[in-house]
């Protein structure tokens, strides 16, 4: 097998791991307190003018720490979005 192939296939493997899932939806969306969701959310606004976004609030896979999140993200940040 080329040293290519194998290469790109390491690289397939190490995407497909809940590592580097949780790392990569760290570095692209809010993560951390209400104020760090909040500024993060806001700056997205003021730098790009989207109006609309998704988020993936439900990285554990658990329906019960989902639905946590998903109402902490609505009585908590929602009301504090300046730039929405």
């Known amino acids: 097998m080329p040293a290519y192939r194998a290469n790109l296939d390491e690289e397939r493997r190490r995407r497909k791991s809940p590592a580097h899932l949780i790392d990569s939806l760290i570095d692209v969306g809010p993560v951390g307190t209400v104020d760090d969701c909040v500024a993060w959310l806001d700056e997205l606004v003021i730098r790009t003018g989207v109006k609309r976004t998704a988020?993936?609030?439900d990285v554990s896979g658990n329906h019960q720490s989902t639905t946590e999140n998903?109402?902490?993200?609505?009585?908590?940040?929602?009301?504090?979005?300046?730039?929405?």
Request: glycine content about 0%; proline content about 6%.
């Open 55 to 57: 988020l993936f609030l």
């Open 70 to 84: 998903m109402t902490r993200f609505a009585q908590n940040v929602l009301p504090q979005l300046s730039a929405v």
